[in-house]
């Protein structure tokens, strides 16, 4: 099977020593991915941001691997963006709080709080990524977002605005009612539910925000992306962390998909769906969202092959257990 420039729309690199350990496993199998920035500080200004960029392209690049760069979230004038603009490919909301590197988040919803910015995002069509989540009980938390996805749809026509890793068939239904609402959806998110998280001895590498939900959600997901939907792009939300601090009393949300991502894909739309609609979710409906074109192309061939997944990662300071570690898997990637 053969996939023209695959693209992940939604991956944590962090920096430093695991930047140099996941970036290459990461970049691999993909012509781009969209690049968080909650790092520690936050990517609030360009000067940072091209930094962090250099030192992404610097591990990765023999993969030919290009990074579209994110801002988080905070007020920023017109001034800022129009020369932040050529730089970023989006910028990212984060509710205070509610995740991992996200305190300078934002607190205060209010339309006249948010407006200067996000009309001067839509005036330089400067996409929005929102990780939408309240803080009420931990099933309802996306659902009870959307009041606010509504109230960013109708203030912002001219707003792109993309719920990540969407994990309800709320969301899912959300999607289709405002034509300005896209969405990312993960890999681990047409996997699991909540039952495979903690229905028998917790499972700590499973843990993410959001939280896998009911088997009804999971089948609403898969469907749109099963059948490519055209508003939904994948976005792995690949995100590692050392494996002390996933095995721990208070462990850190995120999973480390990236590296087998294509792979379990692959397998996935082979057994529900088609390589034509996999083309689809893993880069043509992305490319078409957002305008998105290459200079050159980067074709990875996945083989039928049997193999297994590394029961870890790791360099001379971290440590890292992948999603499904120590599993056996069908495709294996070429490139
Ligand atoms: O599980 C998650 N991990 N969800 C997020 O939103 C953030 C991410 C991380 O950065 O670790
Ligand atoms: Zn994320």
């Given amino acids: 099977m053969k996939l023209k420039n695959p693209l992940d729309m939604h991956l944590h690199l962090r920096d430093e020593s695991m930047l140099k350990l996941v970036a290459p496993?990461?970049?691999k199998d993909f012509r781009a991915a969209v690049i968080m920035p909650n790092l520690v500080p936050p990517l609030c200004d360009i000067k940072s941001l091209k930094a962090y960029k250099?030192?992404?392209l610097k591990v990765s690049n023999d993969n030919h691997f290009t990074p579209l760069?994110?801002?988080?979230?905070?007020?920023?004038?017109?001034k800022?963006?129009?020369?932040?603009?050529?730089e970023i490919f989006a910028i990212k909301l984060y509710p205070a709080g509610i995740t991992t590197n996200s305190e300078n988040g934002i607190s205060n919803f209010e339309i006249e709080t948010l407006k200067p910015t996000l009309e001067a995002m839509s005036a330089l069509n400067i996409p929005l990524l929102v990780h939408g989540e309240t803080n009420d009980f931990v099933m309802d938390r996306e659902s009870n977002f959307s009041k606010i996805y509504e109230k960013l749809a109708k203030n912002f026509k001219n707003l792109?605005?993309?719920?990540e890793h969407i994990s309800t068939k709320t969301l899912c239904k959300l999607l289709k009612d405002y034509e300005n609402l896209y969405a990312t959806i993960t890999l681990h998110h047409l996997i699991l539910t909540l039952d495979d998280v903690i229905g028998g001895k917790m499972k700590p590498h499973l843990f993410c925000k959001?939280?896998?939900?009911?088997?009804?959600d999971k089948t609403a997901l898969c469907e749109l992306a099963f059948n490519?939907?055209?508003?939904v792009m994948f976005g792995s939300d690949s995100a590692p962390h050392p494996k002390d601090e996933k095995e721990c009393c208070g462990c850190a949300a995120g999973i480390f998909s990236a590296p087998i991502a294509l792979s379990v894909l692959a397998e996935l739309f082979q057994k529900h769906s088609n390589q034509e609609n996999l083309q689809k979710f893993i880069s043509d409906n992305a490319c078409k969202i957002h305008n998105l074109s290459f200079k050159e192309d980067k074709i990875i061939t996945l083989d039928n092959e049997n193999w297994q997944v590394p029961n870890e990662y790791k360099n001379e300071n971290e440590k890292i257990i992948p999603f499904m570690a120590g599993e056996n898997l069908r495709f294996q990637v070429k490139s």
């Fill in 25 to 27: 496993l990461s970049t």
């Fill in 54 to 56: 250099e030192r992404i």
């Fill in 69 to 78: 760069m994110t801002l988080f979230f905070k007020n920023y004038d017109e």
């Fill in 80 to 86: 800022f963006l129009e020369n932040a603009k050529d």
């Fill in 160 to 163: 792109k605005i993309i719920m």
């Fill in 210 to 216: 959001p939280i896998a939900k009911t088997y009804e």
């Fill in 228 to 231: 490519a939907y055209e508003k």
